[in-house]
């Protein structure tokens, strides 16, 4: 979930296992959503997107569920791998391709241990 | 492809001096995004551009901080003088109008003003 002062929230699993990351949007009147990944001393790295006319999207390993009614996103990752270990960040924005400005979440840092 | 290029990866200076963080963003993207990175604060949108003209600086910090966009292929953030609370990770991103709203960001810029 979203993180409240200085603290990141944190997740750990075990390698193989599901991960899901949640995160709690704050503006209803955004309509499009981005999960992005971010490895230690790397930029922000997209992951998988959705608009607000979807619940689900699912890619390669990974699925976005968006519930517009208590402005909740998560992010499912099935079969977790050590290379997924890094920081995700949910990012909301009113429309796609109009280039308006994310608004970023303060991250969660998932850890998978071997 | 090169994606989006930063320069310098690092940069430690003093208090009082000026320091010029560099971005080349990816080719045809005709909007660009900096961001400023911390521990305390998250990932923060300072400015962007749109066709080489600033759309929103609102999250520049104060008068300190100045960017400029004189073509489609480059793009500065001044900061002077320097402050030690100004040390964070400066994103530099790029996006195109009409595409999906994803945003590429590049590998970032380390500053420290001591």
């Known amino acids: 979930g979203e993180s409240v002062g200085l603290h990141l929230p944190t997740l750990s699993v075990q390698e193989g296992d599901n991960s899901i990351i949640n995160c709690a949007y704050s503006n209803s009147a955004s309509d499009y959503f981005i999960w992005y990944k971010q490895e230690s001393g790397k930029g922000p790295q997209f992951i998988i997107d959705?608009?607000?006319?979807?619940d689900k999207r699912q890619g390669q390993r990974v699925t976005v569920l968006l519930n517009k009614t208590v402005k909740h996103l998560s992010l499912q990752i099935a079969a977790t791998q050590p290379g997924d270990s890094a920081v995700y960040f949910c990012?909301?924005?009113?429309?796609?391709?109009?280039?308006?400005?994310?608004?970023f979440g303060k991250g969660t840092l998932l850890t998978v241990n071997p | 492809d090169a994606g989006v290029i930063q320069s310098p990866r690092h940069e430690v200076t003093e208090m009082g001096q000026e320091v010029t963080l560099r971005c080349k963003p990816i080719?045809?993207?005709?909007?660009l995004f900096w961001y400023r990175q911390t521990m305390m604060r998250g990932l923060e949108l300072l400015i962007y551009?749109?066709?080489?003209?600033?759309?929103?600086d609102s999250g520049m910090p104060e008068d300190r901080f100045s960017a400029k966009m004189p073509n489609a292929s480059f793009s500065t953030l001044k900061i002077q003088p320097s402050e030690p609370r100004d040390s964070a990770v400066y994103f530099c991103a790029s996006s195109l109008t009409g595409g999906r709203g994803e945003q590429y960001f590049g590998p970032g810029t380390r500053l420290t003003v001591t």
């Open positions: 551009f749109n066709n080489n003209v600033p759309i929103d």
């Open positions: 959705i608009r607000s006319n979807m």
């Open positions: 080719s045809g993207h005709n909007s």
């Open positions: 990012a909301e924005t009113l429309s796609p391709g109009s280039n308006y400005k994310l608004t």
